[in-house]
């Protein structure tokens, strides 16, 4: 299994941007889809993005399409999610997701079951 690492969260206020990596260990990432998620205070995990195994290809949740933008860079093992104009409603942990049960995956994973290794999460908190 891969190993996932996020870093880069922390308290920002309303309007501000972060950005958020992901390391990976243990396997190389570089033909694997990747994907955000997060999970707010009593509230379910849900899909933020995900990007195919090249990085030309994108997929954002309707709540943070034209604000957030991920990347990636195989050479470094690592994803990026950079997350612009905070609102409060942005606040949650965010984890990063690898689907490596499918080599050179598109963006189609939307879905929890599809990802098979996750990281422990990082806080993203946006004051009003």
């Known amino acids: 299994q891969v190993q996932l690492v996020e870093s880069g969260g922390g308290l920002v206020q309303a309007g501000d941007s972060l950005r958020l990596s992901c390391a990976a260990s243990g396997r190389s990432i570089s033909n694997y889809a990747m994907g955000w998620f997060r999970q707010a205070p009593g509230k379910e995990r849900e899909f933020v993005t995900t990007?195919?195994?090249?990085?030309?290809?994108?997929y954002y949740a309707d709540s943070v399409k034209g604000r957030f933008t991920i990347s990636r860079d195989n050479a470094k093992n690592t994803v990026y999610l950079q997350m612009n104009s905070l609102k409060p409603e942005d606040t949650a942990v965010y984890y990063c997701a690898a689907n490596s049960n499918v080599l050179y995956g598109g963006t189609h994973y939307w879905f929890e079951y599809q990802y098979d290794s996750w990281g422990q999460g990082t806080q993203v908190t946006v004051s009003s």
């Open positions: 990007i195919n195994w090249s990085g030309d290809s994108t």
